[in-house]
């Protein structure tokens, strides 16, 4: 029996892998991550079984599905998504579904319904589809692309409902709310880059290289693709986070206009100085979703144990300007040589709010080298 699933979630793809291995070892499975690559690949394969997710980077599912019900017209065609509307339920049919999943997936409930379709006994399945513990799962998930999650359902319906109307002044307050969306914004804004044009380095600069059209389609993509916080307690680490770098921005907005440095650089370098906690965190809500459990009291010495590395990580996968990983590392320290206004002006911020430890001579120092009242 041949299997193919489609998802460019690599852990998605992992977790479905298992579970299929888990009811018949005997089954050969094909992951493929693109549209592209999955219809190429049925030209030439025959398949028993599709899994595909609806939203891909360069496609759409459903003409996955469809290729595969034209191709394959007795094999299994379910599809994957995080918004299951009367709409698709009647475009999925059309194309030739057998089934749906709906994300986020529970582990034992997936398996319970994939070994109904395949007819195997899911009291029979061995327990090997089990992500392991916590801090082995942030482990691994190292090696694999790190995405960011909303900061709660309730923001990721905001952008999904406000995506089409959205102005500059609405997409920049939605951005600073949730860096994913700054961080993910930049790098497609720099992914266009022209020889001879500047980098971006603010949401201003986005928003005009992009242009408002396509800003307001990864909005609405981002909202379909990206889960949600929903565990209580990542909500308030994130909600907390947020208003460490309000404070951030307030103390900047003070200081910046009598320096007559241009602020979008610093406030999206604020925006990404907690890319490596909240890394961690939408992991550990990836690993929740997947039906797993915590130990809530050691969640604090989780996340500050591995943001070091998941920072790095998914600075270097978004290809975040060298410039603002400069800028960000200034707020915990400045560096010996080389100081500029803009990196004080952040190091300052960062003492006088408690973003990091109080150091009053430095901050008495840092002020008077710029001219600020000590």
């Known amino acids: 029996m041949n299997a193919l699933i489609v998802e460019d979630d690599p852990w998605i793809a992992e977790l479905l ?18 549209a592209v690559a999955a219809q190429n690949y049925l030209r030439g394969n025959t398949i028993d079984l599709l899994i595909a997710d609806l939203n891909l980077p360069d496609g759409n599912g459903l003409e996955v599905v469809r290729t595969a019900a034209r191709r394959a017209p007795n094999s299994l065609r379910l599809l994957t998504t ?19 999943f709906a994300k986020p997936f529970k582990v034992d409930a997936l398996r319970g319904r994939l070994a109904q379709l395949l007819q195997c006994d899911p009291a029979n399945v061995s327990a090997s589809a089990n992500l392991g513990d916590l801090p082995s ?3 691994a998930r190292l090696e694999q692309p790190l ?5 709660s359902p309730a923001q990721q319906q905001l952008a999904a409902s406000s995506a089409k109307e959205l102005n500059f002044e609405r997409f920049n307050a939605l951005a600073e709310a949730e860096p994913m969306l700054t961080l993910i914004a930049l790098n497609r804004a720099n992914r266009q880059l022209e020889r001879g044009r500047a980098t971006c380095l603010s949401l201003q600069a986005v928003w005009e290289r992009l242009g408002p059209a396509d800003c307001r389609e990864l909005v609405a993509r981002l909202a379909q693709a990206r ?3 929903e565990h209580p307690l990542l909500q308030q680490r994130v909600t907390e986070f947020a208003s460490q770098q309000q ?3 307030d103390a900047l907005g003070r200081h910046s206009a009598e320096q007559a440095i241009p602020v979008g650089p610093l406030r999206a370098a604020i925006s990404c100085s907690r890319l490596g906690e909240l890394a961690v965190i939408s992991a550990v809500q990836h690993f929740l979703n997947y039906g797993q459990q915590i130990d809530e009291s050691s969640l604090d010495t989780l996340i500050n144990q591995h943001a070091a590395a998941f920072g790095n990580c998914i600075k270097t996968q978004q290809q975040l300007p060298f410039l603002l990983r400069e800028l960000t590392g200034s707020l915990f320290q400045l560096p010996r040589t080389g100081l500029r206004k803009d990196r004080i002006l952040l190091r300052i911020a960062a003492l006088e709010t408690g973003f990091t430890p109080a150091d009053p001579d430095q901050l008495r120092q840092l002020r008077r080298l710029i001219g600020l009242p000590a």
Not at 85 to 94: H, I, N, P
Not at 147 to 151: D, E, I, P, Q
């Open 147 to 151: 995405r960011l999650a909303w900061s």
């Open 82 to 100: 995080t918004d299951i509307s009367r709409q698709l339920v009647l475009d999925a049919r059309a194309a030739g579904i057998t089934d749906f």
């Open 247 to 249: 404070a951030l921005s």
């Open 137 to 139: 799962f942030l482990r």
């Open 17 to 34: 892998r298992l579970i299929l291995t888990d009811l018949d070892a005997n089954l050969q499975i094909e992951h493929l991550s693109s």
């Open 227 to 229: 889960i949600a916080l």
